[in-house]
């Protein structure tokens, strides 16, 4: 192998011209890590999130962005066993320190010490990365890399939401706002098969055919300012039992509207603005409960491929671009064109090719 990798390589917040596509060199697994050959890395709304700067803390640079990889094993660290090379797999993208209260409570997602790759460790838009083995998983079968590159942010996140912190049960109410977005996309399924009515937000009449397509029972176009309205009378009055929102300031106050007395509204995200009025009275007068979620477990995502691999779910692509392209990635999310998935795909080393 060659001691250089393409890589996306990030050098500065801002626009997208602050990722420079360079040859780094190849990293190599220490103990208890492997390098992982990258085939493809799905990009999230954190991508652009990390680019622009931090809000949660520092991001070191230079960093190689990129979260959601899915390749095949290539080295392994000293002390690693479990894994061979050659094993397809997915990477869960947080990394935890196993030892403070949240996590000894499995509730990793808020350790103070947590990472997440592609943030505050260099990630998969590039040929090869290093993650620790406790990080892997298989990927599902019957998956292309790049479907299984869609996958663990979105599942990880969408299953956190709504089962982990939102404890959806069948039989009832979910609005999942913004229905375009990945982890929307997920979650539209996930509610789906956890047997609740799904109702769903999004804009453009394609949008809303793909989001019944996926298994909501009734979409709404939140371009139209009576949606709220029309959700009510959906619900005969009474509203939702649980709002999927990351979205944030554009849809929060009238996804408190539409909850049910009761209802819960969980939130993952605030691409669209972070601040809202909240009518404190509405909030103990109807009981409502705002919760919020941080990615997700380890649990939590092989849960979501076992279903996943049980063909219940599936990934939802929009679109396949090469590293080369990956300014091109950020600006369609940016832009919110997107159906699912924007996913960089690394091109395969004719080794690879022929390999199962
Ligand atoms: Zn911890």
Not at 205 to 211: G, I
Request: with cysteine.
């Amino acid at each position: 192998m060659g001691e250089t990798m393409r890589a996306a390589v990030l050098h500065a917040h801002g626009g997208r011209d602050a990722i420079r596509l360079e040859e780094v060199p190849v990293p190599r697994p220490g103990p208890g890590e492997v390098r992982v050959r990258v085939h493809a890395c799905g990009l999230n709304w954190l991508d652009v999130g990390v680019r622009r700067g931090p809000k949660f803390g520092p991001i070191p640079l230079p960093l190689i962005g990129g979260a959601d990889i899915a390749g095949r094993v290539d080295a392994l660290g000293p002390g690693v066993s479990g894994w061979q090379e050659g094993d397809p797999v997915v990477v869960y993208p947080l990394i935890t320190c196993g030892l403070c209260e949240f996590c000894r409570r499995g509730e990793p997602t808020i350790c103070p010490h947590h990472r997440i790759v592609g943030e505050h460790v260099d990630g998969g838009l590039a040929d090869y990365t290093v993650v620790p083995a406790a990080n892997l998983l298989s990927k599902p079968s019957g998956l292309s890399f790049v479907q299984a590159a869609a996958l663990p942010v979105v599942a990880m996140t969408a299953w956190h939401m709504l089962l982990h912190v939102g404890q959806l049960r069948a039989g009832e109410t979910v609005l999942v706002q913004g229905a375009g977005g990945g982890v929307a996309s997920f979650g539209i399924q996930l509610a789906r098969h956890a047997g609740a009515r799904v109702l769903a937000t999004t804009s453009t009449q394609e949008k809303m055919a793909r989001a019944r397509a996926l298994g909501a029972h009734q979409v709404f176009d939140y371009r139209d300012p009576d949606w709220p309205d029309q959700v009510l009378a959906a619900t005969q009055g009474r509203g939702v039992d649980l709002v999927q929102d990351n979205v944030g300031a554009a849809t929060w106050p009238h996804g408190l509207r539409v909850l049910a007395r009761g209802g819960r509204l969980v939130t993952c995200g605030s691409h669209s603005g972070a601040q809202v009025q909240v009518e404190i009275g509405a909030i103990y007068h109807r009981q409502l409960r705002i919760l919020g979620a941080n990615g997700g477990t380890y649990p939590d995502l092989a849960r979501a491929l076992a279903l996943v691999e049980a063909g219940a779910v599936r990934p939802v692509v929009d679109r396949v671009l090469p590293l080369e392209q990956v300014h091109q990635a950020h600006r369609i999310l940016e832009e919110g064109r997107h159906f699912g998935k924007v996913v960089i795909e690394l091109v395969e080393l004719p080794s690879e090719a022929t390999r199962p």
